[in-house]
């Protein structure tokens, strides 16, 4: 079965750290764009940050630019977002996904991700 699973969330006080793990089950990472999305209350889901299947290319939401860095592990199939700097606003539930697809990560939107985690919150208190 192929499924993603989230883990490093939790709460952190403004300017902290934190970094999330998407574990792959079922394929190989470097096989599937790799996207992580988040939604905060009352907001639309919107994506954060993606790395492309082979070579890795990444792409990012302009309000995490220079705060987050997505990167992958394909021996340990994993694809990881390391999120410094945070701020209030980055209080969400972070999902990963992941696409079957050779095209750059980019370009591809949120409906066509194949399958999704179950979420994992992130707090940041100010």
């Known amino acids: 079965q192929l499924q993603v699973v989230e883990s490093g969330g939790g709460l952190v006080q403004a300017g902290g750290s934190l970094r999330l793990s998407c574990a792959a089950s079922?394929?190989?990472?470097?096989?599937?764009?790799i996207g992580w999305f988040r939604q905060a209350p009352g907001k639309e889901r919107e994506g954060v940050a993606c790395?492309?299947?082979?070579?890795?290319?990444?792409s990012y939401v302009d309000s995490v630019k220079g705060r987050f860095t997505i990167s992958r592990d394909n021996a340990k199939k994993t694809v990881n977002l390391q999120m410094d700097s945070l701020k209030a606003e980055d209080t969400a539930v972070y999902y990963c996904?992941?696409?079957?697809?050779?095209?750059?990560?980019?370009?591809?939107?949120?409906?066509?991700?194949?399958?999704w985690g179950q979420g994992t919150q992130v707090t940041v208190s100010s």
């Open positions: 079922g394929f190989r990472v470097e096989h599937f764009g």
């Open positions: 790395i492309s299947s082979g070579d890795g290319s990444t």
């Open positions: 996904a992941a696409v079957h697809t050779a095209r750059a990560c980019a370009q591809v939107q949120s409906y066509e991700y194949d399958f």
